[in-house]
Every structure is written in C-alpha cells, then in structure tokens.
C-alpha cells in the first residue's frame, strides 16, 4: 500500500476521532470565554449529536456483533448478536469513526445555515467531504465493511440534523438553559450563578452585598443591596441606574 495513502487515512481518521470532540469543546470554550453565542451553540450542538450518534452506534455495534473485515475478508455478513459487547474485533457494525465525522458535519453545516445561511453549502461541502474522507479511511484500513460506514454516515447525519433543530425550535431546552444562559458572578468574594433565559419567560435575580460585581467580562460597578437581574440571552453590559431606593444598581442587559 502507498505510504502516503496510509498517512493520509490514518491522518483523518484522528481528525474524525478524537478530532471533532477536541474541536468542539474548542468552539464551546471560546464562545462561551469570548461572548460569542453562535460559537458557543455550535461546539454544544455539535457535542451533542455526536454522544447522541455514539449511543445509538454502541448499541448497534453490541447487538449484531458483526466481526471486522481484517478478521476474514471473505466473511462479510459474519454477524453475531452480542458478540460486540466488550470485544472490538466484532464492533464492525456501525463504523463509529464515521458517524462522529458525519454527526459533526450535519450539525456545523446546520448551525451556519441559521446564522449565515449563505455560506450553507460552501461549508456544508467541506465538511460533509472531509467526513466521507474519515469514512473512506476506515475500508483503507480494513476496519470497516462498505456498509458500516454508509449507516455510520446515515446515523451521524439524522443525529446532527435532529440535534440542532430541536435546539433551535426548544431554545428554552434544559440543556441550553444550563450551558449556555448561566453565567457566574463574583460578589463579596463569593461565586454566584446568574442565569438567564433565551425566550425572556424567566430571570432570576440575586442580591448585591456592596462589594465590586463582575458579570462575565462585563465592567464593573459598586452596586447597594438591590437585586441584580439577568436580561436576555446575549452578552452582558453593566448599566447603572437609580431605582426608587436611591441607591445605584448594576444591571445585566442584553448586548
């Protein structure tokens, strides 16, 4: 075999695991420490589709206990239910590389279709190609059967268009309320979770002591025992005003 050929597929086998995960987490991590929300709802999503993918692909790969073509070439329906549990020589069926590609690849060419829907099919191009890539290199290697990695791509691509529409038609989804629309503040030495909601239906407020508040990368201010209340989902910007009390508060606002 070319040695070139070899490097290549071993090079986007990686890209596809551990790869997407690592590149994921990345996008979360800078949207979440930058206040970039689409960043962040991308590296989200994107994790998600792929645990959901691997769950379902485990599942199938323990069931039908498919043996890997590198054990007998000559054997390629060698299926066994419950051979695969704990024994990777007869996890064949799905091919898991693949459906991490794919998974990611639905779930970021969905993403910027609904932030940049212009730049769809560009991207989308791009990253379903280097996902067939990643597919392809598991036959290079023997690992996996044609037919594996087509339902690994099946699988990713369902799980990563799933995924993402149902984040962005449920943006009051616990996980989102949780991951993306917490943020933690700083008062009196002590660390305190402020929260907000995407869909503005709830806001939860807590008390200032006097001491410097930081929200996020927000300024900061002196603010009285009033309350500090989250707006909507967006970055923070600290505003002071003067309520009835008299006494100045800092409020969180949508940026």
């Known amino acids: 075999r070319s040695r070139v050929l070899g490097g290549g597929a071993a090079a986007f086998r990686l890209l596809a695991h551990p790869g ?17 929300p689409r960043l962040a709802d991308a590296g989200l999503h994107t994790t998600e589709a792929v645990l959901v993918g691997l769950s379902a692909t485990y599942l199938l790969k323990v069931l039908t206990g498919r043996a890997r073509p590198q054990l007998d070439p000559t054997r390629p329906f060698d299926f066994r239910p ?25 779930a970021l060419t969905e993403e910027i279709a609904h932030s940049r829907p212009e730049a769809k099919w560009w991207a989308g191009g791009l990253l379903y190609g280097g996902a067939a ?12 059967w044609a037919s594996d990695v087509v339902m690994g791509a099946a699988i990713g691509s369902f799980s990563g268009w799933k995924v993402v529409r149902y984040n962005h038609t449920h943006p009051g989804n616990a996980a989102d309320e949780l991951l993306l629309h917490v943020a933690v503040a700083v008062s009196g030495g002590q660390m305190r979770l402020l929260a907000w909601s995407q869909s503005e239906r709830k806001s939860i407020s807590y008390a200032c002591t006097g ?8 300024s900061t201010q002196r603010c009285s025992p009033c309350a500090m209340r989250a707006g909507s989902r967006g970055s923070f910007r600290v505003r002071i005003s003067t309520p009835a009390c008299g006494s100045p508060v800092a409020k969180a606002s949508r940026g």
Do not use: I, K
């Open 20 to 36: 997407v995960l690592l590149v994921a987490g990345g996008l979360y991590t800078a949207g979440r420490l930058g206040d970039e």
């Open 133 to 144: 890539l990643a597919g392809t290199s598991r036959m290079y290697h023997n690992r996996h």
């Open 211 to 218: 001491q410097r508040v930081a929200v996020r990368r927000a």
């Open 82 to 106: 419950g051979r695969g549990l704990g024994r990777d020589a007869y996890q064949s069926f799905p091919s898991g590389h693949t459906l991490v590609a794919f998974a990611a690849a639905a």
